[in-house]
């Protein structure tokens, strides 16, 4: 009986696998920087969105962490901050400083930008309407500008 034989290590464990979060090296290739006005909030929530869930990692902007007590906790928080870089690698100056708290989960933040784009829809609205309703064709440089 030779040394292979008897050799028990062959039940080898299965291979420990890097997950996809951790290949990803520069966001902002990606997901363009959310600025208001080159990059537009739902332009920026598809990129991201998509992003997230190409690298499985979805359910930090959507679902809250799992309880401190589960076995999962711990590598769940630590995914959970590079997910919380990104979103404030993505955000430009203005919004980062508007959303920057400590400690927050991606979930926090994401919810934080979210309210900053939705919370004055109504205000927006009525100024745009007031705008419109006072535009005179006499002040524009063209029908087509007018329009």
């Given at each position: ?112 930008v ?9 205000p ?19 029908l087509?500008a007018?329009?």
């Amino acid at each position: 009986m030779s040394d292979k034989d008897t050799d028990t290590s062959n039940t080898a464990k299965p291979p420990v696998t890097l997950h996809p979060v951790y290949t990803v090296t520069d966001i902002q290739k990606k997901v363009r920087i959310l600025d208001g006005t080159k990059v537009m909030y739902s332009a920026w929530v598809e990129l991201f969105n998509l992003h997230a869930r190409g690298y499985e990692v979805l359910d930090h902007i959507t679902s809250e962490p799992p309880a401190k007590d589960d076995p999962s906790y711990a590598q769940w928080m630590k995914i959970d901050a590079i997910v919380l870089q990104w979103i404030y690698s993505t955000l430009s100056e203005e919004y980062l400083l508007r959303v920057l708290e400590e400690p927050s989960t991606a979930l926090q933040v994401w919810n934080r930008v979210k309210a900053i784009f939705h919370n004055n829809k109504g205000p927006r609205c009525a100024a745009l309407q007031t705008r419109f309703v006072i535009l005179k064709l006499s002040s524009m440089p063209s029908l087509e500008a007018y329009c």
